[in-house]
């Protein structure tokens, strides 16, 4: 499993930096380390703007 972020619709508040508890995302460039990154999908959950999606390795 893996994330996508649409650019599109993030508004860059930060929301999933905050709750990630891999510390696997950065505001700066808006992506995902995949290599820290455990799958958990609470970042999907706290995006207010529904930018973040699970996708299929």
Same mark, same amino acid.
């Not at 860059?12 to 929301?15: Q, S, T």
């Given at each position: 499993m893996a994330f996508s972020i649409d650019l599109s619709k993030c508004i860059? $508040? *930060? =929301?999933c930096v905050g709750v990630c508890p891999v %510390? =696997? %995302? @950065? %505001? @700066? &460039?808006? /992506? #995902? &380390? &995949?290599k820290g990154c455990t799958a $958990? *999908? #609470?970042c999907v959950k706290a995006c207010?703007?529904? =930018? #973040?999606?699970?996708? /299929?390795k």
């Open positions: 860059y $508040c *930060g =929301a %510390l =696997a %995302l @950065r %505001l @700066r &460039e808006v /992506k #995902i &380390e &995949e $958990c *999908g #609470i207010p703007m529904n =930018a #973040i999606t699970v996708t /299929k």
